[in-house]
């Protein structure tokens, strides 16, 4: 399906206008004419050229009537804010009402389906609020021009888009919409260039339902539509980039579940995981709370496989050296059908990892984030049970030459050889 851009950019080969005919010397003289900046302009054409042109001007309004069809399709529907300062209305999964809020008071209907972190907190507005984009980056509020938002607080920004996002199917739908779900879908990416890059240059201001509005995270990013599935785009230096693509590839060969990356030009690309169920960050259930100990209790108790993907997570987080697993880029997903919580969500997100500020220690004996792991082995028994009866792939020097290989950016090979190996034989140490 084509996107809003797509037919955007295809619209510009065409010439718009009509054309007129002018008699001079009694010789039919042929020209196109538009109107710009409210001034008729003209251009001269042969007359061996006129039927191209009229074709081309059809095709133009063509374009220009489904151009006009999409956004009005587009356009969200202004019951929205009648309801932003009581923000009365009812959260949502899909079309199924999962609690109601008023008056600051919640009423669980299907709670079974709620998201996590109101279940927890019984808090709409901050819930909502978590799901804006991050006001401190710079396309940010170039994108709230853009579409012309006025009131640029968390709680409107995300209202703006109902509360939805990419990765799962919740929103707040306001008391008295007649809303369904298919009409606050998202399915252009009109903004996605202005929100990577910063550049409108050929944008126009419009009321549209953009992703962008609840796009987390502090990296200049976009999602982007491509044959009918999402994949963000993040803006990164050339290590970080190196470090994303090659630490997927090594995650992927070691048999972990990896999100995909992949290289686009100058950006990192990863395709959505969570279209066919909910990704539901960790910090729904733990805040800002990161410390391992904590962090695997509470999983535990949700499932001992979840734990233990947990556990595989953070060993490969030691062994790569990520030191940004922060709550908001590792999770669980849900079914949507049942609400049931499957499974921890694929590795994403290690662009803060490996090489990405410079080449550390080759040492890995005083690391600091094998530090950690050690000491939740050493404080959590069943942490330790679990880890000393579980199977860790073996790392080889084969294994990590091939995965350079494969990587279609270029580093310097013999320091991630003995860094990863360095590493790795000291995590195995702790079985």
Not at 345 to 367: E, H, Q, T, V, W
Request: hydrophobic content about 35%; glycine content about 4%; overall charge positive.
């Amino acid at each position: 399906m084509k996107s809003l851009n797509d037919y955007e950019k295809e619209i510009e080969k065409y010439p718009k206008g009509y054309i007129s005919i002018k008699t001079i010397n009694k010789k039919k003289r042929y020209y196109l004419q538009w109107r710009e900046d409210n001034k008729i302009k003209s251009k001269y054409i042969p007359a061996k050229d006129v039927p191209l042109y009229q074709e081309q001007i059809k095709k133009f309004k063509e374009l220009e009537e489904k151009i006009r069809q999409y956004i009005s399709i587009l356009t969200p529907a202004p019951e929205l804010s009648k309801n932003h300062l009581s923000l009365t209305g009812s959260v949502m999964a899909g079309n199924k009402k999962v609690a109601t809020f008023e008056n600051g008071k919640i009423t669980f209907i299907n709670k079974e389906f709620a998201p996590l972190y109101i279940v927890r907190t019984n808090d709409v507005r901050t819930w909502l609020e978590r799901r804006a984009i991050d006001s401190h980056r710079a396309n940010s509020r170039l994108l709230k021009k853009a579409l012309g938002i006025r009131n640029t607080s968390d709680l409107n920004t995300s209202l703006e888009a109902h509360g939805a996002t990419i990765t799962d199917n919740y929103w707040f739908k306001a008391k008295f919409s007649s809303l369904k779900y298919s009409d606050i879908l998202f399915n252009n990416d009109y903004f996605s260039d202005l929100a990577l890059t910063g550049n409108f240059s050929n944008l126009k201001a419009r009321r549209i339902l953009s992703p962008e509005l609840t796009n987390i995270g502090s990296y200049e990013k976009c999602w982007k539509l491509i044959n009918g599935s999402w994949w963000m785009y993040k803006n990164e230096n050339e290590n970080q980039r190196f470090s994303e693509i090659f630490i997927y590839l090594l995650g992927k060969t070691l048999g972990f579940n990896m999100a995909i990356y992949e290289l686009d030009g100058s950006y990192i690309k990863t395709k959505n995981f969570a279209d066919k169920e909910n990704f539901e960050p960790m910090s729904s259930l733990m805040d800002e709370n990161e410390d391992y100990n904590d962090v695997f209790n509470v999983l535990d108790n949700i499932s001992e496989d979840i734990a233990k993907d947990y556990l595989k997570l953070i060993w490969f987080d030691s062994l790569v050296f990520n030191q940004d697993r922060h709550n908001e880029n590792y999770g669980l997903m849900r079914n949507k059908e049942t609400g049931k919580i499957e499974s921890l969500a694929p590795n994403f997100d290690n662009n803060i990892a490996l090489i990405s500020n410079g080449f550390p220690n080759k040492d890995r004996k005083k690391d600091g984030l094998i530090s950690f792991f050690k000491e939740l082995l050493k404080k959590n028994k069943t942490a330790k049970r679990y880890y000393s009866d579980m199977s860790f792939p073996l790392l080889t020097d084969s294994i990590i030459s091939d995965c350079l290989n494969n990587c279609p950016l270029k580093t310097n090979n013999e320091f991630i050889h003995q860094f990863l190996m360095n590493g790795y034989e000291v995590l195995m140490s702790l079985k």
